[in-house]
């Protein structure tokens, strides 16, 4: 877009503030981690969040979107029942075997769509995981093809999903920053049903005992509003996790860790720990700044042989950034429209584009749209138009 706009200098905006960089550091030995703000979507801290590896459980977070996803199209109900096939009862029987998370489903079992989601949240049953991929498309190898669509479609772009459960096999791999967006738009899409992650436990007729969730995160800070934990022989242990606090939220991705803690209570303990230290630290060395409201005028642009000699142009959303406190910066926001404008602009119709850039380089872009339409002037406005440009 930049190539064809003339560009123009907002020098009344050029602002000290800070801005989101790594010479501020965290230290963590995961392989692999992410932080992220839901209001805005910046990354706050990266290391090797590109890189695909095994996301154990917390693949379960793509089977639950895609689970809510058919719930909000109208497809599914939470009180619908659904029979557990013969495919999945075979998945429970060997997860009792092979020692994975399971709710004790078989084949035949009829099971509401609420207890299919809590089950997958809350005991990471992958047998439920299995009944779910089957009800929304059909079967499993065609869930996971929907699965990678729709990942792509919500901004995940390094992720490959092969099953439902997230049970390792070579080439089910996701990234931390794919998990992060991941985590995000489940706030975002489903805010009816985001309360799911943040259950502690629920009771099941195939247990004596309620399914208490691993996510020990909900007892250890009262910010904690959930998502999911993994662990795999092969991929370590792993966390992605949700935090509100004032009303800004973030998600904390970390996988590949090595516990040292002793036994799985505490080994669960040690990872919470870690993805608490990781939220504290964002919280306390970044803030959200709102530089422009939606709707709000930007800037006025020149308008060749219009009723109005200039449009207004705003963004359709507020303009607001994840800045780091301190070190503080000069930031600068510069408008690219296509000018001088022609008459005939409705309102709403993108004119140009806002972009906040430091040292040269671009943080982040937004649209720039008319206010409002602007009609083109009669015959003898354009000719004093004519006479007010030749002086």
Same mark, same amino acid.
């Given at each position: ?17 800070? /801005?989101?960089?790594?010479?501020? +550091?965290?230290?963590?030995? /995961? ?38 996803? /058919? ?52 005991? +990471? ?59 995000? $738009? ?11 992650? +943040? ?14 969730? $691993? =996510? ?113 910066? =000069? ?54 138009? =004519? ?5």
């Amino acid at each position: 877009m930049k190539n064809h706009f003339l560009k123009t200098a907002l020098l009344t905006l050029t602002l000290s503030v800070a /801005a989101v960089s790594q010479s501020y +550091s965290f230290e963590t030995t /995961a392989k692999t981690a992410t932080l992220l703000d839901v209001q805005t979507g910046d990354i706050i801290y990266s290391k090797n969040s590109d890189t695909p590896l095994p996301p154990s459980s917390m693949s379960k977070l793509m089977t639950a979107y895609m689970l809510l996803d /058919a719930i909000k199209d109208g497809q599914v109900t939470l009180d619908q029942e659904v029979v557990v096939s013969e495919h999945a009862g075979q998945k429970s029987l060997e997860m009792q075997r092979e020692g994975g998370s399971t709710m004790y489903l078989k084949a035949g079992d009829m099971v509401k769509v609420d207890e299919l989601l809590k089950g997958v949240i809350i005991a +990471s049953a992958n047998e439920a995981c299995v009944v779910i991929a089957e009800l929304v498309s059909g079967s499993e190898e065609q869930f996971a093809i929907d699965a990678n669509k729709k990942a792509e479609e919500i901004g995940m772009t390094g992720s490959n999903i092969v099953n439902a459960s997230g049970w390792p096999v070579p080439d089910h791999l996701m990234t931390s920053h794919d998990l992060a967006v991941l985590g995000m $738009r489940l706030q975002k899409d489903f805010p009816d049903h985001f309360e799911y992650f +943040s259950k502690k436990s629920f009771e099941f007729k195939t247990s004596s005992a309620p399914f208490i969730n $691993r =996510n020990k995160l909900l007892w250890l800070d009262k910010s904690a509003t959930g998502l999911k934990t993994g662990h795999t022989t092969v991929g370590g242990y792993g966390m992605t996790a949700s935090f509100d606090r004032g009303g800004r939220k973030l998600v904390a991705v970390m996988n590949g860790m090595t516990l040292e803690a002793n036994g799985s209570a505490r080994k669960n303990i040690e990872r919470s720990k870690r993805l608490k230290e990781f939220a504290d630290w964002g919280y306390a060395t970044t803030e959200n700044y709102k530089f422009f409201t939606a709707g709000q005028t930007v800037l006025e642009a020149p308008v060749w042989y219009g009723k109005k000699a200039t449009a207004e142009l705003t963004t359709s959303e507020d303009i607001v950034l994840t800045l780091q406190k301190g070190g503080y910066k =000069n930031v600068d926001f510069i408008a690219y429209y296509l000018g001088p404008i022609n008459a005939g602009v409705k309102k709403g119709e993108v004119i140009g584009e806002l972009s906040i850039e430091k040292e040269g380089k671009v943080l982040k872009t937004f649209d720039l749209v008319a206010k409002e339409d602007i009609k083109a002037a009669g015959i003898l406005g354009k000719f004093l138009n =004519n006479i007010k440009n030749l002086f």
